[in-house]
Nanobody
Framework: QVQFVESGGGLVQPGGSLRLSCAASGSILRFYVMGWFRQAPGQQRELVAD????????NYAGSVKGRFTISRDNSKNTVYLQMNSLKPEDTAVYYC?????????WGQGTQVTVSS
């Protein structure tokens, strides 16, 4: 049974940075495209970024391109999301999952709040 555990969220001022981590149980993560998703209050969950299995190709939503960087360390079964120049509109719960996502593997997520 795969389980994703997200961490690294918190409260940050506009313009600040955070680094999110997603740890996967087991060692299957290395075979799959992975994504970071977010859901703001009253909004649908959206894809923020994804990365191929080897970490050599990435894609970003237009709203975060140039500010966020997705990466992975398959030896640690972990995917990261470096978030710079954070804006209030980045406030959301952030999740990782396979891409495309599997409904059964949504975790608890990690809350990111950008506010002064």
């Amino acid at each position: 049974q795969v389980q994703f555990v997200e961490s690294g969220g918190g409260l940050v001022q506009p313009g600040g940075s955070l680094r999110l981590s997603c740890a996967a149980s087991g060692s299957i993560l290395r075979f799959y495209v992975m994504g970071w998703f977010r859901q703001a209050p009253g909004q649908q969950r959206e894809l923020v970024a994804d990365i191929n299995s080897s970490g050599t190709a990435t894609n970003y939503a237009g709203s975060v391109k140039g500010r966020f960087t997705i990466s992975r360390d398959n030896s640690k079964n972990t995917v990261y999301l470096q978030m710079n120049s954070l804006k209030p509109e980045d406030t959301a719960v952030y999740y990782c999952n396979f891409q495309p996502p599997s409904r059964r593997y949504w975790g608890q997520g990690t809350q990111v709040t950008v506010s002064s």
